[in-house]
């Protein structure tokens, strides 16, 4: 039971996220809708802490609508991905290597 809500979470968080690029040398996350404000978001590059929104704030990035950019810049080859940190775990949302 417990795997089918697992599941049925990640599906649903899925959607926060509508696309992840790069531009300007930056990671661009691009939120579907307003619901992510209810939610930690989280950035990561080469699997390291990039940056954050949490609960609508964000930390170590601009928040344009639902454009978050964080301050950082990409480092080419480098992977990086976007996920949800729930109370019920961690969902890795979009995974992309920078071109």
């Given at each position: 039971m417990t795997q089918r809500i697992n599941h049925a979470q990640q599906l649903f968080l899925n959607t926060l996220v509508a696309d992840m690029s790069v531009k300007n040398n930056k990671i661009v996350v691009t939120f579907a809708n307003e619901l992510f404000k209810h939610y930690k978001i989280v950035v990561l590059g080469n699997n390291s802490y990039l940056a954050e929104v949490t609960n609508g704030q964000n930390y170590y990035g601009s928040l344009n609508g639902n454009v978050f950019t964080p301050s950082k810049s990409v480092v080419h080859g480098h992977p990086y991905r976007v996920e949800v940190r729930?109370?019920?775990?961690?969902?890795?949302?979009?995974?992309?290597?920078?071109?």
């Amino acid at each position: 039971m417990t795997q089918r809500i697992n599941h049925a979470q990640q599906l649903f968080l899925n959607t926060l996220v509508a696309d992840m690029s790069v531009k300007n040398n930056k990671i661009v996350v691009t939120f579907a809708n307003e619901l992510f404000k209810h939610y930690k978001i989280v950035v990561l590059g080469n699997n390291s802490y990039l940056a954050e929104v949490t609960n609508g704030q964000n930390y170590y990035g601009s928040l344009n609508g639902n454009v978050f950019t964080p301050s950082k810049s990409v480092v080419h080859g480098h992977p990086y991905r976007v996920e949800v940190r729930h109370a019920s775990g961690t969902y890795k949302i979009r995974e992309m290597i920078a071109e």
